[in-house]
């Protein structure tokens, strides 16, 4: 009898519980729907700007740049002005194109992206071989003059870790790059002062021209090794060979690796990019230089070959078919237009050479 009402009387509070449960259930449902839903909002804004972030600059005029520029800061035009400030112009798109600086990124979106990262070593590759060209050989008359000494502060700078989160960031020391070169800059702009000079010679010139080609020859092989090439080892020892003997030369499979493929092709693009700015410049400033030595078209026909190596990828991943097979290679594609431009520069070079 008392246990019959124990169980009437438990009734309602079984039914209460299971309907406690229940709201519980459906809390949970709604809390895990709205997480997953901000999840997935979060994802689809953080692909969104990643896309975004990941649009390579366009092509910017470099002569009408630099006179805006002379014109913005009321400086005189001074041959050198316009290699400076291309200089300046291309490192500074490093920190202030979409995005900003993406290789020391450590959260999403920045820290998914790997082509603009490459991209963006490619041009400071540049940045930092132009800069060196001018510290040790367009600011100074002869090996035994004293170097500029913001430009001795501007090299090291450049050649900081394209790492570096903080303490310090990788951005505020390529900014003090930047803000070095124009001190050097104002000076060799100003009348008034006569301590910062630059000297648009042909053996200056071609110093700089060497550097150019071995990057270009370089880019050329590892871009050409997406699809593996028999590399022959020409280290060989003299001693070891016969007279009369036909030597036997090593041979071995370079191939780039599978997930590299894209970084390298990247890194070339942008080591393109900025080059084709800094021989715009080049053009600019040493033109009676190149007009004494027939050397104009030279000169254009590698900014020709590089900037038609920045035209639009279409595909939505970089391809990586054998040479002759049914897909694209687009490595090989972009390894024609480095080994033109670098077979122009080494024709180049003769020209300045000769005479």
Not at 338 to 345: D, G, K, Q, T
Request: charge should be neutral; glycine fraction near 6%.
């Amino acid at each position: 009898m008392l246990d019959w009402k124990n169980r009437e009387d438990s009734a309602p509070e079984r039914a209460a519980e299971a309907k406690s449960a229940t709201r519980g259930y459906l809390r949970g449902m709604l809390f895990s729907r709205a997480l997953a839903t901000l999840l997935g909002l979060y994802l689809l804004a953080t692909i969104l700007i990643g896309w975004y972030w990941s649009q390579e600059p366009a092509l910017f005029p470099v002569q009408q740049n630099a006179q805006l520029a002379a014109e913005k800061e009321g400086r005189k035009m001074v041959v050198g002005y316009t290699t400076v400030e291309t200089l300046k112009s291309v490192a500074g798109t490093l920190l202030n194109k979409p995005g900003g600086y993406l290789s020391n990124d450590r959260f999403p979106p920045g820290v998914w992206l790997d082509n603009i990262p490459s991209w963006e070593y490619g041009v400071l590759v540049q940045v930092r071989d132009l800069t060196r060209a001018l510290r040790k050989d367009f600011a100074r008359s002869q090996s035994q003059s004293a170097e500029d000494a913001d430009l001795a502060k501007a090299e090291p700078r450049f050649n900081f870790d394209n790492k570096s989160w903080m303490l310090p960031s990788s951005e505020s020391e390529y900014q003090e790059g930047i803000n070095s070169l124009s001190r050097y800059q104002a000076r060799l702009s100003d009348p008034n002062q006569n301590n910062a000079l630059f000297y648009a010679r042909a053996d200056n010139l071609n110093n700089w021209l060497g550097d150019v080609a071995t990057r270009l020859g370089s880019l050329s092989q590892r871009l050409s090794a997406s699809v593996g090439r028999v590399k022959l080892n020409t280290a060989l020892k003299t001693e070891s060979v016969i007279p009369g003997q036909v030597p036997q030369v090593d041979e071995e499979i370079v191939e780039t690796p599978w997930l590299q493929i894209d970084n390298v092709f990247y890194e070339a693009r942008g080591q393109a990019w900025a080059l084709s700015h800094l021989l715009r410049a080049v053009e600019v400033d040493f033109a009676d230089v190149l007009a004494k030595k027939n050397a104009t078209v030279s000169v254009r026909q590698i900014i020709r070959e590089l900037e038609a190596s920045q035209q639009p990828v279409w595909s939505p991943m970089i391809l990586n078919g054998s040479g002759f097979g049914i897909l694209a290679n687009h490595s090989l594609v972009m390894a024609n237009y480095i080994s033109r431009a670098n077979a122009a520069v080494i024709d180049l070079r003769q020209l300045l050479n000769q005479g």
